[in-house]
Structure formats: structure tokens, C-alpha cells
């Protein structure tokens, strides 16, 4: 395995993040732990191993496991192994075993060694880097969580070979907004001139994605590890949009393409509030039509009230004011709150705005 960087975070913490060569390659590299490992699996993720490890736990896929139940499961497991502080906590799979397995750690015993090999492209250049733990709480996505980063991050792009469609398509949205969050229009170019290589999935072309992907993340959580001055913030460029969308449809959607979706009211919420020009708008629309993603969608009446409800519960908040990641040009963000009536514009049916 490679190791591609370090990210520096507070109290001298820091996330090794390594590429693997193929699976062969991961394998030898994750066996290097030793016995005393936990290992943290989903359905999906346990069918990668042909014989899995004695100290394990599979969980049921999907986000609405993502609960109060399947951590306690996790640490009652754990227990039944004997596990101790000394103990690595391996997470095997995509974004909700990444983030159950790194709070269950965090927690047990007061914190745990702890290794994320994320399975999906989401978990790749989102939920592993960075150290935010969670679970999804009485509606509320990602309510109950704390601050745990690992650290070693494992990446092997090989994981992707077997991922469905669908699911791949949910971590381009992710890398999408990434490259509205840099000045540098080169990934942005890279995911235009590369399009077709990526969504065949080119080995090559994907170790070149994901690494400049997580490249940009790593700027804005090193410059804000806690989330306490601002700036970490606008990593969650779309979000508020796109969380209020996930609720409200029961997570039918994948995360992704609500980001996807997300990303684009973020911005056409920008050009009518007059933060941005009309060419930014454009190119979102582009790119996302590109990787065929339904940014046309509008919430249906019906569903507004569910909606907006749930947009209120967004972490976001201050003053009782929920603050969206905004758009000024690319690569500069800003966090700002919205009134009503641009909600109602970018998000409602009846309200679209035809430009």
C-alpha cells in the first residue's frame, strides 16, 4: 500500500490515508494489524470476503440502519469478544458502517484504535475523512455523532468493481461538489474530459479522481478539524438541501444524487440572490445533466410541508436560523441564511423558476 497524505488535525491527531495496488495488495496490507482487531461489516461489504474473520459483526445494509440499535449491536459484540482500548476498530464498507464503527469506537471504553476501508466511491471521498462519527436520530440525519478521526484510512479502488450503478453514481455527486469548492477548475476539466472513462470505471482514471477529490477536503479540515470556525462548514456545499430531500423520502435516495440535486438549488439559490452570475449555474447544470443526474426535480406540494420541516432540523442552525453553503464564484463559498421565499423558488414545483 501507498501512503497518498496525512491530514493534520487538532490536539496532534492526524489520518493516514493509503491507496491500495489491487486487492491482493489491501489484503496484505490490512492482515499487517495483527489478531486484536474488531472487524465491522455490512451485507454487502461481508461478500468481498470469501472467509470472513472470527471477531466480526455483519449489520443490514442500508441507511435506515443506521440507528441507535446497530451501534449498541456493534458494542455489545465487540464485549462478547473481550475487546479493550488496545483494540482496532475495523470498519469493512460504505458510509453507514464507516460512521456507526468510528462513533462505536470513539465510545467504547472511551475510545479505540480505528481503521476505515471504505467499499463505495461515496465513503471513499466523503465519510472517511475527517473524523465525524454518527448516527441518524429521530428522523434527523446524522443527529448523534462525535469527533473521532482514524487512523489509517484504506483505499482500494478495486472495492468499486462490484458496486451497483446507482450506488457509484451517489459518490460522483460527492466529487462533483468537490470541484465547485476549489478555485482550481482542474478537476472540474478532469471530470468533463473524463467522463467516460470514469463511469466505465478506468482503475487508473479513479485513483486520479478520488485522490484530488479528497485533496480538496483535506484543505477545508485542516484549516477547521472541529467544525468551529466556519469553514469546515462549506464542505456540506448542497446539503441542506439535499438532507431535507433524503428525509422527506425516507432515504429512498441515495445520498449522492441528493447532494447532486443539492448542489444545484444551492447554487440557483446564489444566482437569485444575486451572490453569483448565471455562467456558475450553468456549469453545475452541465456537469450534472452530463452524469445524468435529475436536477429538473422539484418537491410536489404534497410534500413541501414534509420538507421544509425537515430542512429545519438541519445542524446548520444558529439564532433558530438555518445557514446554507452558498455559492459567490467557484471555490468560494459562503454560509448564509435563506429566506422562505428563495426556498420555496429553487425547491417547489409550482414555484420554479424558468430561467
Same mark, same amino acid.
Given at each position: 500500500?501507498?501512503?497518498?497524505?496525512?491530514?493534520?488535525?487538532?490536539?496532534?491527531?492526524?489520518?493516514?490515508?493509503?491507496?491500495? &495496488?489491487?486487492?491482493?495488495?489491501?489484503?496484505?496490507?490490512?492482515?499487517?494489524?495483527?489478531?486484536?482487531? *474488531?472487524?465491522? *461489516?455490512?451485507?454487502?461489504?461481508?461478500?468481498?470476503?470469501?472467509?470472513?474473520?472470527?471477531?466480526?459483526?455483519?449489520?443490514?445494509?442500508?441507511?435506515?440502519?443506521?440507528?441507535?440499535?446497530?451501534?449498541?449491536?456493534?458494542?455489545?459484540?465487540?464485549?462478547?469478544?473481550?475487546?479493550?482500548?488496545?483494540?482496532?476498530? =475495523?470498519?469493512?464498507?460504505?458510509?453507514?458502517?464507516?460512521?456507526?464503527?468510528?462513533?462505536?469506537?470513539?465510545?467504547?471504553?472511551?475510545?479505540?484504535?480505528?481503521?476505515?476501508?471504505?467499499?463505495?466511491?461515496?465513503?471513499?471521498?466523503?465519510?472517511?475523512?475527517?473524523?465525524?462519527?454518527?448516527?441518524? %436520530?429521530?428522523?434527523?440525519?446524522?443527529?448523534?455523532?462525535? *469527533?473521532?478521526?482514524?487512523?489509517?484510512?484504506?483505499?482500494?479502488?478495486?472495492?468499486?468493481?462490484?458496486?451497483?450503478?446507482?450506488?457509484?453514481?451517489?459518490? =460522483?455527486?460527492?466529487?462533483?461538489?468537490?470541484?465547485?469548492?476549489?478555485?482550481?477548475?482542474?478537476?472540474?476539466?478532469?471530470?468533463?474530459?473524463?467522463?467516460?472513462?470514469?463511469?466505465?470505471?478506468?482503475?487508473?482514471?479513479?485513483?486520479?479522481?478520488?485522490?484530488?477529490?479528497?485533496?480538496?477536503?483535506?484543505?477545508?479540515?485542516?484549516?477547521?478539524?472541529?467544525?468551529?470556525?466556519?469553514?469546515?462548514?462549506?464542505?456540506?456545499?448542497?446539503?441542506?438541501?439535499?438532507?431535507?430531500?433524503?428525509?422527506?423520502?425516507?432515504?429512498?435516495?441515495?445520498?449522492?444524487?441528493?447532494?447532486?440535486?443539492?448542489?444545484?438549488?444551492?447554487?440557483?439559490?446564489?444566482?437569485?440572490?444575486?451572490?453569483?452570475? &448565471?455562467?456558475?449555474?450553468?456549469?453545475? %447544470?452541465?456537469?450534472?445533466?452530463?452524469?445524468?443526474?435529475?436536477?429538473?426535480?422539484?418537491?410536489?406540494?404534497?410534500?413541501?410541508?414534509?420538507?421544509?420541516?425537515?430542512? &429545519?432540523?438541519?445542524?446548520?442552525?444558529?439564532?433558530?436560523?438555518?445557514?446554507?453553503?452558498?455559492?459567490?464564484?467557484?471555490?468560494?463559498?459562503? =454560509?448564509?441564511?435563506?429566506?422562505?421565499?428563495?426556498?420555496?423558488?429553487?425547491?417547489?414545483?409550482?414555484?420554479?423558476?424558468?430561467?
Amino acid at each position: 500500500m501507498e501512503k497518498k497524505m496525512s491530514l493534520s488535525l487538532s490536539e496532534g491527531k492526524t489520518s493516514d490515508v493509503y491507496f491500495a &495496488k489491487d486487492i491482493k495488495d489491501l489484503s496484505t496490507g490490512l492482515s499487517s494489524y495483527g489478531d486484536n482487531v *474488531f472487524w465491522v *461489516f455490512d451485507t454487502n461489504s461481508a461478500r468481498l470476503f470469501s472467509s470472513l474473520p472470527e471477531k466480526r459483526i455483519v449489520i443490514d445494509s442500508g441507511e435506515t440502519n443506521k440507528n441507535l440499535k446497530s451501534l449498541e449491536k456493534i458494542i455489545e459484540r465487540a464485549l462478547s469478544f473481550g475487546s479493550a482500548r488496545d483494540t482496532r476498530f =475495523l470498519a469493512f464498507g460504505g458510509g453507514v458502517i464507516c460512521d456507526m464503527t468510528a462513533l462505536a469506537s470513539s465510545l467504547y471504553m472511551r475510545g479505540t484504535r480505528l481503521t476505515l476501508v471504505p467499499t463505495t466511491l461515496l465513503c471513499m471521498v466523503d465519510a472517511t475523512l475527517g473524523g465525524k462519527t454518527a448516527i441518524d %436520530y429521530l428522523g434527523a440525519k446524522n443527529l448523534v455523532g462525535t *469527533f473521532y478521526p482514524a487512523e489509517d484510512i484504506v483505499i482500494s479502488i478495486d472495492t468499486l468493481r462490484t458496486l451497483p450503478d446507482k450506488e457509484f453514481k451517489s459518490g =460522483l455527486g460527492e466529487v462533483i461538489k468537490h470541484a465547485f469548492l476549489t478555485e482550481d477548475p482542474s478537476l472540474l476539466s478532469f471530470l468533463h474530459e473524463n467522463r467516460e472513462k470514469i463511469l466505465k470505471r478506468d482503475k487508473e482514471t479513479l485513483n486520479v479522481m478520488v485522490e484530488d477529490s479528497l485533496l480538496v477536503k483535506k484543505k477545508f479540515i485542516e484549516a477547521d478539524p472541529r467544525e468551529t470556525k466556519g469553514i469546515r462548514s462549506f464542505l456540506n456545499l448542497g446539503h441542506t438541501f439535499a438532507h431535507a430531500l433524503e428525509s422527506m423520502a425516507g432515504y429512498r435516495i441515495s445520498h449522492g444524487e441528493a447532494v447532486a440535486w443539492g448542489l444545484l438549488r444551492a447554487i440557483e439559490a446564489s444566482y437569485i440572490t444575486n451572490l453569483c452570475n &448565471k455562467d456558475l449555474y450553468d456549469l453545475a %447544470y452541465a456537469i450534472l445533466k452530463e452524469y445524468g443526474y435529475d436536477v429538473d426535480y422539484r418537491v410536489g406540494r404534497g410534500d413541501w410541508i414534509a420538507y421544509f420541516e425537515a430542512l &429545519k432540523k438541519d445542524k446548520k442552525k444558529s439564532n433558530g436560523s438555518v445557514k446554507f453553503v452558498l455559492l459567490e464564484s467557484l471555490g468560494k463559498p459562503c =454560509l448564509l441564511p435563506l429566506e422562505e421565499k428563495y426556498i420555496r423558488a429553487v425547491t417547489l414545483e409550482s414555484a420554479k423558476i424558468r430561467f
